[in-house]
DNA sequence: CCTGGGATACTCGTATACGAGAATCCACAT
DNA sequence: ATGTGGATTCTCGTATACGAGTATCCCAGG
Protein backbone atom coordinates (compact mmCIF):
# COMPACT_ATOMS: atom_id res chain seq x y z
CA UNK A 1 0.00 0.00 0.00
CA UNK A 2 2.29 2.96 -1.05
CA UNK A 3 1.22 6.39 0.12
CA UNK A 4 -2.52 5.97 1.96
CA UNK A 5 -2.66 8.81 1.42
CA UNK A 6 -1.06 10.45 -1.25
CA UNK A 7 -2.35 12.25 -4.29
CA UNK A 8 -2.33 15.72 -2.72
CA UNK A 9 1.27 15.68 -0.73
CA UNK A 10 3.91 17.63 -2.51
CA UNK A 11 6.44 15.41 -2.33
CA UNK A 12 10.21 16.44 -3.23
CA UNK A 13 10.32 13.53 -5.80
CA UNK A 14 13.25 11.42 -4.46
CA UNK A 15 15.83 9.48 -6.70
CA UNK A 16 14.60 6.19 -4.92
CA UNK A 17 10.84 6.91 -6.14
CA UNK A 18 12.02 7.43 -9.61
CA UNK A 19 13.43 4.11 -9.69
CA UNK A 20 10.76 2.46 -8.03
CA UNK A 21 8.52 3.79 -10.81
CA UNK A 22 10.52 2.62 -13.40
CA UNK A 23 11.05 -0.42 -12.47
CA UNK A 24 6.98 -0.54 -11.34
CA UNK A 25 6.49 0.14 -14.82
CA UNK A 26 8.85 -2.04 -16.64
CA UNK A 27 8.03 -5.07 -14.87
CA UNK A 28 4.18 -3.75 -15.67
CA UNK A 29 5.20 -3.73 -19.12
CA UNK A 30 6.33 -7.03 -19.43
CA UNK A 31 10.21 -6.25 -19.59
CA UNK A 32 10.70 -7.74 -16.43
CA UNK A 33 9.33 -10.96 -16.53
CA UNK A 34 8.01 -12.80 -12.81
CA UNK A 35 10.67 -14.44 -11.59
CA UNK A 36 13.36 -12.00 -13.05
CA UNK A 37 16.51 -11.62 -10.52
CA UNK A 38 17.37 -7.86 -9.12
CA UNK A 39 20.80 -7.63 -8.69
CA UNK A 40 21.02 -4.26 -6.74
CA UNK A 41 24.67 -3.70 -8.78
CA UNK A 42 23.00 -4.23 -12.18
CA UNK A 43 20.08 -2.20 -11.40
CA UNK A 44 22.38 0.68 -9.70
CA UNK A 45 24.71 0.47 -12.69
CA UNK A 46 21.78 0.88 -15.39
CA UNK A 47 20.22 3.56 -14.17
CA UNK A 48 23.35 5.51 -13.32
CA UNK A 49 22.85 5.82 -9.41
CA UNK A 50 24.04 3.91 -6.31
CA UNK A 51 22.85 0.91 -4.77
CA UNK A 52 21.23 2.55 -1.75
CA UNK A 53 18.06 4.44 -3.55
CA UNK A 54 17.69 0.92 -5.73
CA UNK A 55 17.69 -0.64 -2.13
CA UNK A 56 15.36 1.83 -0.77
CA UNK A 57 12.93 1.41 -4.26
CA UNK A 58 13.30 -2.36 -3.73
CA UNK A 59 11.96 -2.16 -0.43
CA UNK A 60 8.82 -0.07 -1.61
CA UNK A 61 7.92 -2.58 -4.08
CA UNK A 62 8.20 -5.38 -1.77
CA UNK A 63 5.33 -3.30 0.06
CA UNK A 64 3.38 -3.46 -3.02
CA UNK A 65 3.37 -7.20 -3.25
CA UNK A 66 5.69 -6.78 -7.13
CA UNK A 67 8.70 -8.10 -6.16
CA UNK A 68 9.91 -10.46 -3.36
CA UNK A 69 12.70 -10.22 -1.31
CA UNK A 70 15.04 -12.56 0.84
CA UNK A 71 17.82 -11.31 2.70
CA UNK A 72 20.71 -13.43 1.33
CA UNK A 73 19.06 -14.41 -2.00
CA UNK A 74 18.35 -10.70 -3.22
CA UNK A 75 14.98 -9.91 -4.95
CA UNK A 76 12.84 -10.93 -7.47
CA UNK A 77 9.91 -10.17 -9.31
CA UNK A 78 7.03 -12.00 -7.92
CA UNK A 79 5.85 -14.52 -8.98
CA UNK A 80 1.81 -14.74 -10.08
CA UNK A 81 0.08 -17.82 -10.91
CA UNK A 82 -3.44 -18.71 -11.63
CA UNK A 83 -4.25 -18.73 -7.97
CA UNK A 84 -2.78 -16.37 -6.88
CA UNK A 85 -4.46 -13.70 -9.76
CA UNK A 86 -7.85 -15.45 -8.58
CA UNK A 87 -6.23 -14.05 -5.18
CA UNK A 88 -5.79 -10.67 -6.11
CA UNK A 89 -9.13 -9.86 -8.56
CA UNK A 90 -11.07 -11.77 -5.19
CA UNK A 91 -9.47 -9.07 -2.99
CA UNK A 92 -9.95 -6.23 -5.66
CA UNK A 93 -13.68 -7.19 -5.87
CA UNK A 94 -14.18 -6.68 -2.33
CA UNK A 95 -12.86 -3.42 -1.72
CA UNK A 96 -13.92 -2.22 -5.08
CA UNK A 97 -17.37 -3.06 -4.54
CA UNK A 98 -17.37 -2.05 -0.55
CA UNK A 99 -16.08 1.46 -1.90
CA UNK A 100 -18.44 2.06 -4.73
CA UNK A 101 -21.28 1.41 -2.30
CA UNK A 102 -19.87 4.14 -0.50
CA UNK A 103 -18.94 6.72 -3.33
CA UNK A 104 -21.96 6.33 -5.17
CA UNK A 105 -24.79 8.02 -3.13
CA UNK A 106 -21.99 11.26 -3.14
CA UNK A 107 -20.86 11.07 -6.61
CA UNK A 108 -20.99 14.55 -8.36
CA UNK A 109 -21.81 15.12 -11.63
CA UNK A 110 -17.49 16.28 -11.94
CA UNK A 111 -16.36 12.80 -11.11
CA UNK A 112 -18.43 11.18 -13.35
CA UNK A 113 -17.56 13.50 -16.08
CA UNK A 114 -13.76 12.83 -15.60
CA UNK A 115 -14.72 9.11 -15.69
CA UNK A 116 -16.56 9.31 -18.85
CA UNK A 117 -13.87 11.64 -20.04
CA UNK A 118 -11.11 8.51 -19.16
CA UNK A 119 -12.79 6.29 -21.12
CA UNK A 120 -12.99 7.76 -24.36
CA UNK A 121 -9.00 8.40 -23.67
CA UNK A 122 -9.10 4.92 -23.44
CA UNK A 123 -10.96 4.33 -26.78
CA UNK A 124 -8.21 7.18 -28.59
CA UNK A 125 -5.42 5.85 -26.76
CA UNK A 126 -3.11 3.97 -29.55
CA UNK A 127 -0.09 2.91 -27.00
CA UNK A 128 -0.91 -0.01 -25.25
CA UNK A 129 1.34 0.52 -21.88
CA UNK A 130 -1.03 3.47 -21.26
CA UNK A 131 -4.31 1.74 -20.69
CA UNK A 132 -3.26 0.09 -17.28
CA UNK A 133 -3.04 3.48 -16.31
CA UNK A 134 -6.50 4.63 -17.15
CA UNK A 135 -8.18 1.75 -16.62
CA UNK A 136 -6.99 2.96 -12.80
CA UNK A 137 -7.84 6.42 -13.63
CA UNK A 138 -11.14 5.25 -14.44
CA UNK A 139 -12.01 2.80 -11.54
CA UNK A 140 -10.53 5.56 -8.77
CA UNK A 141 -12.46 8.06 -10.30
CA UNK A 142 -15.73 5.85 -9.38
CA UNK A 143 -14.76 5.59 -5.95
CA UNK A 144 -12.95 8.86 -5.10
CA UNK A 145 -16.05 10.03 -2.76
CA UNK A 146 -15.73 6.89 -0.37
CA UNK A 147 -14.42 8.76 1.98
CA UNK A 148 -11.61 6.07 2.48
CA UNK A 149 -8.31 7.60 1.82
CA UNK A 150 -6.92 3.60 3.20
CA UNK A 151 -9.55 2.17 0.98
CA UNK A 152 -8.17 3.90 -2.19
CA UNK A 153 -4.78 3.07 -1.07
CA UNK A 154 -5.21 -0.39 -1.23
CA UNK A 155 -7.29 -0.29 -3.98
CA UNK A 156 -4.49 1.76 -6.30
CA UNK A 157 -1.89 -0.69 -5.03
CA UNK A 158 -3.35 -4.19 -6.02
CA UNK A 159 -3.94 -2.50 -9.97
CA UNK A 160 -0.48 -2.07 -9.69
CA UNK A 161 0.25 -5.23 -8.45
CA UNK A 162 -2.31 -6.80 -11.33
CA UNK A 163 -1.08 -4.67 -14.01
CA UNK A 164 1.10 -6.88 -15.84
CA UNK A 165 -1.14 -9.79 -15.93
CA UNK A 166 -4.23 -7.33 -17.56
CA UNK A 167 -1.64 -5.59 -20.00
CA UNK A 168 -0.56 -8.88 -21.67
CA UNK A 169 -4.22 -9.64 -22.50
CA UNK A 170 -4.62 -5.63 -24.30
CA UNK A 171 -3.45 -6.70 -27.11
CA UNK A 172 -6.56 -9.09 -27.48
CA UNK A 173 -9.63 -6.89 -29.24
CA UNK A 174 -11.74 -8.48 -27.65
CA UNK A 175 -10.77 -8.19 -24.50
CA UNK A 176 -10.60 -4.21 -25.02
CA UNK A 177 -13.90 -3.78 -26.22
CA UNK A 178 -15.55 -6.04 -23.70
CA UNK A 179 -14.06 -4.36 -21.10
CA UNK A 180 -14.77 -0.97 -22.45
CA UNK A 181 -18.86 -1.72 -23.11
CA UNK A 182 -18.64 -2.79 -19.27
CA UNK A 183 -16.86 0.03 -18.11
CA UNK A 184 -19.55 1.72 -19.88
CA UNK A 185 -22.68 -0.02 -18.10
CA UNK A 186 -21.00 0.25 -14.90
CA UNK A 187 -20.43 4.18 -15.41
CA UNK A 188 -24.15 4.60 -16.47
CA UNK A 189 -25.46 2.57 -13.66
CA UNK A 190 -23.41 4.66 -11.27
CA UNK A 191 -24.62 7.94 -13.16
CA UNK A 192 -28.54 6.37 -12.07
CA UNK A 193 -27.28 6.64 -8.51
CA UNK A 194 -27.86 3.14 -8.06
CA UNK A 195 -25.57 2.08 -6.12
CA UNK A 196 -26.21 -1.64 -5.69
CA UNK A 197 -26.47 -2.13 -9.01
CA UNK A 198 -23.45 -0.70 -9.60
CA UNK A 199 -21.89 -3.40 -7.39
CA UNK A 200 -23.46 -6.06 -8.97
CA UNK A 201 -22.11 -4.66 -12.39
CA UNK A 202 -18.83 -4.03 -11.12
CA UNK A 203 -18.55 -7.35 -9.20
CA UNK A 204 -19.60 -9.64 -12.64
CA UNK A 205 -16.57 -6.82 -14.53
CA UNK A 206 -13.90 -7.87 -12.11
CA UNK A 207 -14.99 -11.87 -12.28
CA UNK A 208 -15.27 -12.24 -16.41
CA UNK A 209 -11.96 -10.18 -16.37
CA UNK A 210 -10.29 -12.41 -14.06
CA UNK A 211 -11.70 -15.90 -15.25
CA UNK A 212 -10.00 -14.30 -18.92
CA UNK A 213 -7.49 -13.98 -17.52
CA UNK A 214 -6.49 -16.92 -15.43
CA UNK A 215 -7.30 -18.65 -18.49
CA UNK A 216 -5.15 -16.90 -20.74
CA UNK A 217 -1.88 -16.33 -18.52
CA UNK A 218 -2.11 -19.82 -16.63
CA UNK A 219 1.33 -20.12 -18.30
CA UNK A 220 2.86 -17.05 -19.61
CA UNK A 221 3.72 -15.33 -16.13
CA UNK A 222 6.53 -17.80 -16.14
CA UNK A 223 7.07 -21.09 -13.76
CA UNK A 224 9.66 -21.57 -11.60
CA UNK B 1 1.28 -5.06 4.11
CA UNK B 2 4.35 -6.59 5.32
CA UNK B 3 5.54 -9.89 3.57
CA UNK B 4 2.17 -10.96 2.23
CA UNK B 5 2.98 -14.51 2.91
CA UNK B 6 5.42 -14.88 5.73
CA UNK B 7 4.50 -16.96 8.68
CA UNK B 8 6.23 -19.71 7.17
CA UNK B 9 9.19 -18.62 5.26
CA UNK B 10 12.93 -18.82 7.45
CA UNK B 11 14.05 -15.41 6.54
CA UNK B 12 18.02 -14.97 8.12
CA UNK B 13 16.29 -12.19 10.74
CA UNK B 14 18.28 -9.36 9.60
CA UNK B 15 18.94 -5.88 11.90
CA UNK B 16 16.74 -3.85 10.13
CA UNK B 17 13.46 -6.46 10.70
CA UNK B 18 14.68 -6.47 14.22
CA UNK B 19 14.25 -2.51 14.45
CA UNK B 20 11.15 -2.56 12.87
CA UNK B 21 9.78 -5.02 14.97
CA UNK B 22 11.34 -3.21 17.98
CA UNK B 23 9.69 0.21 16.57
CA UNK B 24 6.41 -1.41 15.73
CA UNK B 25 6.20 -2.62 19.21
CA UNK B 26 6.93 0.54 20.91
CA UNK B 27 4.29 2.27 18.85
CA UNK B 28 1.70 -0.28 19.46
CA UNK B 29 2.56 -0.37 23.11
CA UNK B 30 1.89 3.84 23.24
CA UNK B 31 5.56 4.58 24.50
CA UNK B 32 5.86 6.39 21.01
CA UNK B 33 2.85 8.48 20.84
CA UNK B 34 1.29 9.65 17.38
CA UNK B 35 3.11 12.17 15.94
CA UNK B 36 6.44 11.82 17.63
CA UNK B 37 9.24 12.58 14.96
CA UNK B 38 11.51 9.70 13.89
CA UNK B 39 14.83 11.39 14.05
CA UNK B 40 17.49 8.65 11.61
CA UNK B 41 20.29 9.63 14.06
CA UNK B 42 18.98 9.29 17.22
CA UNK B 43 17.30 6.17 16.32
CA UNK B 44 20.78 4.87 14.77
CA UNK B 45 22.23 6.07 18.39
CA UNK B 46 19.59 4.51 20.57
CA UNK B 47 20.15 0.99 19.10
CA UNK B 48 23.65 0.83 18.48
CA UNK B 49 23.34 0.60 15.09
CA UNK B 50 24.13 2.83 11.68
CA UNK B 51 21.53 4.84 10.31
CA UNK B 52 21.03 2.47 7.03
CA UNK B 53 19.07 -0.68 8.86
CA UNK B 54 17.14 2.37 10.48
CA UNK B 55 15.75 3.50 7.40
CA UNK B 56 15.02 0.67 6.00
CA UNK B 57 13.09 -0.40 9.10
CA UNK B 58 11.27 2.76 8.90
CA UNK B 59 10.62 2.62 5.13
CA UNK B 60 9.08 -0.99 5.89
CA UNK B 61 6.85 0.87 8.66
CA UNK B 62 5.67 3.46 6.24
CA UNK B 63 4.34 0.83 4.00
CA UNK B 64 2.26 -0.50 7.00
CA UNK B 65 0.89 2.55 7.38
CA UNK B 66 2.31 3.18 10.87
CA UNK B 67 4.76 5.98 10.15
CA UNK B 68 4.27 8.63 7.44
CA UNK B 69 7.69 9.80 5.26
CA UNK B 70 8.18 13.02 4.35
CA UNK B 71 11.45 13.26 2.27
CA UNK B 72 13.21 16.56 3.65
CA UNK B 73 11.25 16.38 7.18
CA UNK B 74 11.41 13.23 8.38
CA UNK B 75 9.35 10.61 9.74
CA UNK B 76 6.94 10.19 12.16
CA UNK B 77 4.63 8.34 13.77
CA UNK B 78 1.49 8.56 11.80
CA UNK B 79 -1.48 10.17 13.17
CA UNK B 80 -4.24 8.60 13.93
CA UNK B 81 -7.88 10.58 14.69
CA UNK B 82 -11.10 8.89 14.86
CA UNK B 83 -11.99 9.09 11.52
CA UNK B 84 -8.72 6.58 10.44
CA UNK B 85 -10.00 4.90 13.49
CA UNK B 86 -12.89 4.15 11.68
CA UNK B 87 -11.75 3.55 8.58
CA UNK B 88 -9.30 1.03 9.81
CA UNK B 89 -11.88 -0.60 11.40
CA UNK B 90 -14.52 -1.03 8.70
CA UNK B 91 -11.39 -2.58 6.54
CA UNK B 92 -11.07 -5.15 8.98
CA UNK B 93 -14.57 -5.69 8.53
CA UNK B 94 -14.78 -5.96 4.93
CA UNK B 95 -11.64 -8.01 4.53
CA UNK B 96 -11.90 -9.92 8.19
CA UNK B 97 -15.93 -10.90 6.93
CA UNK B 98 -14.60 -12.60 3.69
CA UNK B 99 -11.77 -14.33 5.22
CA UNK B 100 -14.25 -15.74 7.96
CA UNK B 101 -17.08 -16.37 5.10
CA UNK B 102 -14.62 -18.15 3.04
CA UNK B 103 -12.65 -20.32 6.16
CA UNK B 104 -15.23 -21.62 8.01
CA UNK B 105 -16.37 -24.04 6.26
CA UNK B 106 -13.18 -25.66 5.86
CA UNK B 107 -11.95 -24.87 9.37
CA UNK B 108 -10.69 -28.33 10.42
CA UNK B 109 -10.63 -29.17 14.69
CA UNK B 110 -6.93 -28.26 14.95
CA UNK B 111 -7.38 -24.39 14.32
CA UNK B 112 -10.66 -24.13 16.37
CA UNK B 113 -8.55 -25.47 19.35
CA UNK B 114 -5.93 -23.45 18.87
CA UNK B 115 -8.43 -20.65 18.88
CA UNK B 116 -9.17 -21.46 22.20
CA UNK B 117 -6.29 -22.20 23.31
CA UNK B 118 -5.23 -18.58 22.96
CA UNK B 119 -8.59 -17.13 24.38
CA UNK B 120 -7.62 -19.09 27.56
CA UNK B 121 -4.30 -17.72 27.01
CA UNK B 122 -5.75 -14.32 26.87
CA UNK B 123 -7.73 -14.55 30.08
CA UNK B 124 -4.62 -16.15 32.13
CA UNK B 125 -2.22 -13.21 30.27
CA UNK B 126 -1.69 -10.71 33.21
CA UNK B 127 0.93 -8.80 30.94
CA UNK B 128 -1.14 -6.37 28.69
CA UNK B 129 1.32 -5.42 26.16
CA UNK B 130 0.97 -9.45 25.09
CA UNK B 131 -2.74 -8.78 24.45
CA UNK B 132 -2.27 -7.40 21.12
CA UNK B 133 -0.98 -10.10 19.67
CA UNK B 134 -2.76 -12.86 21.53
CA UNK B 135 -5.16 -11.19 19.41
CA UNK B 136 -4.54 -11.04 16.25
CA UNK B 137 -3.53 -14.72 16.90
CA UNK B 138 -6.63 -15.82 17.99
CA UNK B 139 -8.78 -13.93 14.28
CA UNK B 140 -5.92 -15.01 12.29
CA UNK B 141 -6.39 -19.04 13.63
CA UNK B 142 -9.99 -18.43 12.38
CA UNK B 143 -8.97 -17.17 8.97
CA UNK B 144 -6.13 -19.52 8.38
CA UNK B 145 -8.05 -21.38 6.17
CA UNK B 146 -9.91 -18.89 3.78
CA UNK B 147 -6.68 -20.20 1.26
CA UNK B 148 -5.89 -16.23 0.49
CA UNK B 149 -2.47 -15.59 1.93
CA UNK B 150 -2.88 -12.63 0.57
CA UNK B 151 -5.79 -12.10 2.15
CA UNK B 152 -4.20 -12.37 5.41
CA UNK B 153 -1.57 -10.44 4.92
CA UNK B 154 -3.57 -7.25 4.63
CA UNK B 155 -5.56 -8.37 7.64
CA UNK B 156 -1.99 -8.65 9.73
CA UNK B 157 -1.30 -5.34 8.62
CA UNK B 158 -4.47 -3.80 9.43
CA UNK B 159 -4.42 -5.34 12.76
CA UNK B 160 -0.81 -4.13 13.21
CA UNK B 161 -2.22 -0.39 12.31
CA UNK B 162 -4.68 -0.21 14.90
CA UNK B 163 -2.99 -2.35 17.75
CA UNK B 164 -1.93 0.61 19.78
CA UNK B 165 -5.60 2.12 19.85
CA UNK B 166 -7.16 -0.93 20.85
CA UNK B 167 -4.15 -1.66 23.57
CA UNK B 168 -4.64 2.23 25.66
CA UNK B 169 -8.29 0.29 26.07
CA UNK B 170 -7.29 -2.98 27.85
CA UNK B 171 -6.29 -1.53 31.36
CA UNK B 172 -10.32 -0.96 31.28
CA UNK B 173 -11.56 -4.09 32.48
CA UNK B 174 -15.06 -3.90 31.07
CA UNK B 175 -13.22 -3.66 27.35
CA UNK B 176 -11.70 -6.88 27.98
CA UNK B 177 -14.32 -9.44 29.40
CA UNK B 178 -16.83 -7.86 27.08
CA UNK B 179 -14.52 -8.59 24.13
CA UNK B 180 -13.50 -11.94 25.48
CA UNK B 181 -17.45 -12.54 25.36
CA UNK B 182 -17.64 -11.54 21.84
CA UNK B 183 -14.85 -14.25 20.91
CA UNK B 184 -15.75 -16.83 22.67
CA UNK B 185 -19.54 -16.26 20.69
CA UNK B 186 -17.81 -15.92 17.52
CA UNK B 187 -15.41 -19.33 18.28
CA UNK B 188 -18.45 -21.14 19.43
CA UNK B 189 -20.63 -19.96 16.13
CA UNK B 190 -17.63 -20.92 14.06
CA UNK B 191 -17.77 -24.91 15.49
CA UNK B 192 -21.10 -24.74 14.52
CA UNK B 193 -19.35 -24.47 10.75
CA UNK B 194 -22.32 -21.51 10.19
CA UNK B 195 -20.37 -19.50 8.18
CA UNK B 196 -23.19 -16.64 7.56
CA UNK B 197 -23.66 -16.48 11.72
CA UNK B 198 -20.20 -15.95 12.14
CA UNK B 199 -19.83 -13.29 9.94
CA UNK B 200 -22.68 -11.84 11.46
CA UNK B 201 -21.32 -11.79 15.13
CA UNK B 202 -17.61 -10.83 13.72
CA UNK B 203 -18.94 -7.89 12.35
CA UNK B 204 -20.99 -7.00 15.45
CA UNK B 205 -17.56 -7.63 17.42
CA UNK B 206 -15.53 -5.47 15.08
CA UNK B 207 -18.44 -2.76 14.78
CA UNK B 208 -18.90 -2.33 18.74
CA UNK B 209 -14.77 -2.20 19.83
CA UNK B 210 -14.59 0.41 16.83
CA UNK B 211 -17.23 2.61 18.62
CA UNK B 212 -15.60 2.34 21.94
CA UNK B 213 -12.32 3.04 20.50
CA UNK B 214 -13.27 6.04 18.56
CA UNK B 215 -15.30 7.58 21.48
CA UNK B 216 -12.63 6.71 23.70
CA UNK B 217 -9.51 7.53 21.72
CA UNK B 218 -10.79 10.40 20.17
CA UNK B 219 -8.02 12.51 22.08
CA UNK B 220 -5.77 10.61 23.39
CA UNK B 221 -3.55 10.03 20.14
CA UNK B 222 -2.53 13.41 20.09
CA UNK B 223 -2.93 16.52 17.79
CA UNK B 224 -0.58 18.53 16.01
C1' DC C 1 33.84 -41.42 -14.37
C1' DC C 2 31.86 -39.81 -10.32
C1' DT C 3 32.06 -37.63 -5.81
C1' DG C 4 33.68 -34.70 -2.10
C1' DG C 5 36.17 -30.86 -0.32
C1' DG C 6 38.15 -26.42 -0.51
C1' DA C 7 38.94 -22.03 -2.47
C1' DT C 8 36.99 -18.41 -5.18
C1' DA C 9 33.64 -15.22 -6.58
C1' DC C 10 29.33 -13.05 -5.94
C1' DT C 11 25.68 -10.66 -3.52
C1' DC C 12 23.68 -8.65 0.14
C1' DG C 13 23.69 -6.13 4.67
C1' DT C 14 25.83 -2.61 7.33
C1' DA C 15 29.02 1.26 8.39
C1' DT C 16 31.04 5.60 7.39
C1' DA C 17 31.31 9.92 4.70
C1' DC C 18 29.76 13.76 2.02
C1' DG C 19 26.54 17.14 -0.13
C1' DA C 20 21.99 19.57 -0.41
C1' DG C 21 17.94 21.48 1.25
C1' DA C 22 15.12 23.40 4.88
C1' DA C 23 14.23 25.34 9.35
C1' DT C 24 15.92 28.18 13.02
C1' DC C 25 17.93 31.81 15.35
C1' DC C 26 20.26 36.03 15.95
C1' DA C 27 21.58 40.51 14.57
C1' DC C 28 20.55 44.71 12.53
C1' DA C 29 17.82 48.22 10.59
C1' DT C 30 13.50 50.63 10.48
C1' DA D 1 9.58 46.90 19.47
C1' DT D 2 9.17 44.47 15.32
C1' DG D 3 10.19 42.77 10.83
C1' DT D 4 13.65 41.22 7.61
C1' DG D 5 17.93 39.30 6.10
C1' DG D 6 21.60 36.15 6.44
C1' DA D 7 24.34 32.67 8.49
C1' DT D 8 24.31 28.57 11.14
C1' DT D 9 22.66 24.12 12.25
C1' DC D 10 20.12 20.20 11.66
C1' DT D 11 18.34 16.35 9.00
C1' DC D 12 17.86 13.70 5.22
C1' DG D 13 19.32 11.62 0.73
C1' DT D 14 23.03 9.58 -1.74
C1' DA D 15 27.73 7.72 -2.56
C1' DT D 16 31.48 4.87 -1.33
C1' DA D 17 33.64 1.20 1.49
C1' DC D 18 33.90 -2.93 4.14
C1' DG D 19 32.54 -7.46 6.18
C1' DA D 20 29.79 -11.80 6.18
C1' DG D 21 27.22 -15.38 4.34
C1' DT D 22 26.26 -18.41 0.50
C1' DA D 23 26.59 -20.58 -3.87
C1' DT D 24 29.68 -22.09 -7.43
C1' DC D 25 33.33 -24.17 -9.65
C1' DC D 26 37.40 -26.65 -10.04
C1' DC D 27 40.56 -30.07 -8.71
C1' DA D 28 41.93 -34.14 -6.24
C1' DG D 29 40.84 -38.65 -4.68
C1' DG D 30 38.34 -42.89 -4.89
Chains 1, 2 share one sequence.
Not at 156 to 163: F, S
Request: with cysteine.
Amino acid sequence: MRGLGDGLMQKPLTVAEQVANVLRESIAEGSLAAGTPLRQDDLAERFGFSRMPVRDALRQLEGEGIVSIHPTEGARVARMDAAEIREIFAVRALLEGEALRLSVPKLGNEELDEAGYVLNQIDAEPNVGRWGSLNRAFHLALYSACGSARLLGLIEAHHNAADRNVRVLLSNVNYRSRSQAEHRDLLTTCRHRDAEAAVRVLRKHLSDRMETLAKAGDGLAGKS
